[in-house]
């Protein structure tokens, strides 16, 4: 089965570009995340999604970053204009309403954002 | 949610028995304790999670004390493979559709030939 996956793995922009990420989930899983890590601080969750509806958003740090799951396939997060302090790595997690341990979320590796 | 507190650091050598010990003193009732392992470059992944007492599987063991204030993960035998970094994790049984993960500082785990 394959796992979660995530594009592009690294990108650079200048400071005011737009940039786009997009998340493969495993198939079949109804809930999405989106979580980041920025420079020297801990994983933080920025929203979920359950199929194409967004379950919980409090994490989204402000207007610039959209978020979106068309047909509650694949997500997308855009972030426009990018700032320095969005620099950071982007995890993408899914899970099944039913796995056998609670809550139990699959992660993939993580887009690279470096924001020049 | 509870929040964790777990050793920033540890240093191991092949061969032995590591554990991680995480504090979680305003743990709810309704709460479970959950542990994910992370390599570099690599996004956190699911290693063992319990309510209570001791939970083992092929990668690693759990041991809930009965006031279940604090959890230990045993990474029995470590290679040098199993160098990570361990997050600890608390979160409510109730949120059976999904929800968001509440992550730590977590454990860099070194492990040394």
């Known amino acids: 089965e394959a796992g979660v996956t995530q594009f592009p793995s690294h990108s650079v922009i200048e400071k005011g570009q737009t940039v786009t990420l997009r998340c493969d989930p495993i198939?079949?899983?109804?809930?999405l995340y989106w979580y980041r890590r920025v420079m020297g601080k801990e994983i933080k969750f920025l929203l979920h999604?359950?199929?194409?509806?967004?379950?919980?958003e409090s994490g989204m740090p402000n207007n610039r970053f959209l978020a979106e799951r068309t047909g509650g396939t694949y997500s997308t997060l855009k972030v426009q204009p990018a700032e320095l302090e969005d620099s950071g790595v982007y995890f993408c997690?899914?899970?099944?309403?039913?796995?056998?341990?609670?809550?139990?979320?699959?992660f993939g590796p993580g887009t690279r954002l470096t924001v020049l | 949610l509870a929040k964790t507190t777990q050793p920033i650091s540890m240093d191991s050598y092949e061969g032995q028995e590591v554990n991680i010990t995480c504090s979680h003193n305003?743990?709810?009732?309704?709460?479970?304790i959950t542990w994910y392992q992370q390599f570099p470059s690599q996004g956190p992944r699911f290693i063992i999670q319990?309510?209570?007492t001791k939970v083992t599987n092929e990668v690693a063991s759990l041991f809930i004390p009965a006031d279940r204030k604090s959890s230990t993960l045993s990474l029995p035998r470590v290679s040098l493979s199993d160098t990570a970094v361990y997050y600890c994790?608390?979160?409510?049984?109730?949120?059976?559709?999904?929800?968001?993960?509440?992550f730590g500082q977590g454990t860099e785990l070194s492990v040394k030939p």
């Open positions: 997690a899914s899970s099944h309403r039913y796995s056998g341990n609670y809550n139990e979320q699959f």
């Open positions: 198939s079949g899983h109804d809930n």
């Open positions: 999604f359950v199929k194409e509806s967004k379950q919980d």
């Open positions: 305003n743990i709810a009732t309704n709460d479970y």
């Open positions: 319990g309510y209570k």
């Open positions: 994790l608390v979160g409510d049984m109730r949120n059976n559709q999904g929800g968001k993960l509440i």
